[in-house]
Structure formats: C-alpha cells, structure tokens
C-alpha cells in the first residue's frame, strides 16, 4: 500500500531543490537558524549558522572582541556548501573549495567527509560569490567581505590577513588543530 502523505511530502520536498543553479532564489532562502557563542578564559567566539531548505548552508566565525568595528574584519572564517560543493575562507587558509563526499561505513550511520580541491575551483568561487549577494540576512559589509575574500586567491588573502594579524602562514590543518591555533590566537590578539 502505497503512503499518500509519505508521498505528498516526498514531492513538495523536490519542488523546493532547482533543477538549475540559481543563485537569487537559493541565497534568499538562507536564513538565520542558530547563534553560538564560544568562550574561554581569554577569548570569545561567535558562530552563526544561516540554513536553506534547498540544500545550502553558511556558517560564520567571529571574533566578538572585534565586534565593535562597522567593518567585516572581525569575521575568522566562514564556510558556504551547497549542492554537495563547499567554499571557505579562513584567516589560516585562506579560499579553498572541495566536495563533500558522504561515506558509509558498515554498522555505523553515514557522515559527510569534505574534499578540498588542490586549487580553488573558480567556477565554484563564482557561484559562491553571486549566491552571497543574494542573503539579505547578511549585512552589507559582510557582503562585501565575503564576495572580496572569494575574489582574491588562496595565498593573497590568507598570507595578508595572517600578516596583519601577526601570524606566520601554517601548513593545511585539522579542524582541531585549526581551531586551537585560532584560539591561541585570539589569547594573543587580548593580551596585546
């Protein structure tokens, strides 16, 4: 017997993902879901996540220390996927682009796995720039920003914003180890 609200729900689901990229329709489904913030001792971290029916997420990294700026500068790192691609930019590393890859391994549930690129994609880079300045719930200065760091390459923007933070340009990292050298960073930032 066939479920007739299963199958209902299945199609409205189908009708909200494009068969097309369009960056109008998909940046202004964004919206803002989530605020975390992280805290230690020294240092305070902000996380916004903005989510999309239609199969796209972006999550924000700011320093909150920063916050009292009108500019984007206190912005860490963000990361944009969309229809299984994936852009980040990050003081550490700069643009990349990659893939996720969904893996599964026998008895346990499927979790995602992100693929970076060798080099970032440019065509991606584009799309990720026309989808950004679509998300009205983004501010314009972080518009800007965003589109700015996804206009610049990998090593320009990830060597001038760690110059300007006073940080050496580090190998690919982990998450964690990314994470702990960004906090590191920040105890540094505060004591000086």
Not at 25 to 46: C, F, H, M, P
Not at 163 to 179: L, M, P
Request: a negative charge; proline letters at 2%.
């Amino acid at each position: 017997m066939i479920d007739t609200m299963s199958a209902v729900k299945t199609i409205e689901n189908l009708r909200r993902i494009p068969s097309l990229f369009d960056p109008k329709a998909l940046g202004e489904s964004l919206k803002e879901v989530a605020i975390d913030y992280i805290e230690t001792e020294d240092s305070n971290l902000q996380s916004r996540w903005f989510q999309s029916d239609c199969d796209a997420d972006l999550f924000i990294w700011t320093d909150v220390n920063k916050k009292r700026t009108k500019t984007a500068e206190e912005i860490i790192k963000y990361q944009l996927s969309f229809f299984g691609q994936i852009v980040e930019w990050s003081i550490f590393d700069g643009v990349r682009t990659g893939v996720i890859i969904e893996s599964e391994i026998q008895g346990e549930c499927a979790r995602e796995i992100i693929e970076f690129d060798k080099h970032p994609q440019i065509a991606t880079l584009a799309q990720a720039r026309r989808l950004i300045s679509y998300v009205d719930e983004l501010g314009q200065c972080e518009q800007e920003h965003l589109a700015r760091v996804l206009g610049e390459t990998s090593s320009e923007i990830s060597t001038s914003g760690l110059q300007k933070h006073g940080i050496q340009k580090q190998k690919s990292r982990t998450a964690r180890s990314t994470f702990q050298a960004l906090l590191k960073w920040m105890n540094s930032i505060k004591r000086s």
